[in-house]
């Protein structure tokens, strides 16, 4: 699985990348993370809960921040291991600041399931992990808006 987009986010370059980097952030807008601790630095620890169709269960999971270009880009490497099966995923986030004081956040992904969960369907997969990463994006901008309005 494979995909990429671009959302527009109401806020400078900074306070995007700064949102981030936080780790209390991130494991609020990853769906079903119930706890993200770090590792060492830039190596994170989560226990995940996802549901796909009629395949449940819980993941153990090393997230890891790589390539890091602060305040530009970075690569997310997820790798996960539970009852489901198992998630190798790797994206890449790039962030270009705008003339409005808003930012353009770009990425990219490619995934890749086993166990279980891979018997669903490449269709549904990929229904899925666009799902979940919207949920992602939506959350992070819900968070960013926030921060402005209380600011």
């Known amino acids: 699985m ?25 494991a609020e807008c990853i769906m079903g993370c119930k706890k993200l601790e770090l590792v060492e630095e830039g190596k994170y620890r ?7 169709a009629a395949v449940k269960g819980k993941y153990d999971a090393t997230i890891t921040l790589a390539d890091v270009q602060a305040p530009a880009s970075y690569k997310l490497i997820v790798h996960g291991e539970g009852g489901p099966g ?11 600041s705008l003339d409005d004081g808003k930012t353009a956040l770009f990425y990219s992904y490619n995934a890749e399931v086993g166990g279980k969960v891979a018997a669903i369907g490449q269709r549904m997969l990929g229904g899925v992990a666009k799902l979940i990463i919207g949920d992602f994006f939506k959350k992070i901008k819900k968070e960013i808006e926030n921060d402005k309005q209380s600011a």
């Open 2 to 26: 494979n995909g990429s987009g671009e959302i527009s986010l109401n806020a400078p370059i900074d306070q995007v990348w700064n949102k981030l980097m936080d780790p209390d952030v991130l």
């Open 86 to 96: 198992f998630l190798d995923a790797e994206g890449q986030l790039r962030l270009t």
């Open 46 to 52: 989560a226990d995940l809960t996802v549901g796909i």
